[in-house]
């Protein structure tokens, strides 16, 4: 199984490569995706996340189908913004409140190859912007303030070598 990258690793901070071939390759690396998130008590996860620099994240929020998006785009967001706490599976124990639109239009592909266009708000909004930001080595961190973010990683380091 895949394991998941902590924050420090330059896979999470490196713009993810397009996936060019729909195969029985990248359905495994979907399947162990989704294997490593819920390992985590995730509920998203993106390919750089288990080291693989790929522009491919999962979601499965509890109550809904699991979500496969493959060269995803944001091709629109709401103007309503909302606040609401993240975590990150690459920071455990980290928690931010973090300001995003409320809803968004997002274009991808399934592993199959399929395209799909779907309307998200809630939670499933939230979720796909935050992996969406993974795929371009943005983190959830670089959406707080500067002082907020080098409070936070100093309590992160402690927090990871206990």
């Known amino acids: 199984m895949k394991e998941i990258v902590l924050y420090g690793d330059k896979v999470l901070e490196t713009r993810a490569e397009p996936v060019t071939a729909f195969d029985d390759e990248l359905v495994a690396l979907v399947s162990e995706m989704f294997d490593a998130m819920h390992k ?8 750089p996340q288990v080291g693989v620099s790929k522009r491919i994240f999962v979601v499965h929020i509890e109550g809904d189908r699991r979500r496969v998006f493959v060269n995803p785009e944001i091709i629109e967001t709401s103007q309503e913004l909302v ?5 990150c599976l690459s920071f455990p124990g980290l928690y931010f409140t973090v300001t995003r639109p409320a809803s968004v ?10 395209p799909f266009t779907l309307d ?27 002082l907020k973010r080098e409070r936070a990683l100093v309590r992160y380091r402690r927090l990871i070598r206990v």
């Open 40 to 47: 985590g008590d995730g509920i998203g996860l993106a390919a």
């Open 83 to 87: 606040e609401y706490e993240e975590g």
């Open 105 to 114: 239009k997002i274009q991808a592909f399934t592993e199959k190859g399929k």
């Open 120 to 146: 998200a708000d809630g939670l499933l909004a939230r979720v796909v912007q935050h992996e969406y930001d993974h795929l371009d080595g943005k983190l959830f961190i670089d959406r707080v303030s500067s």
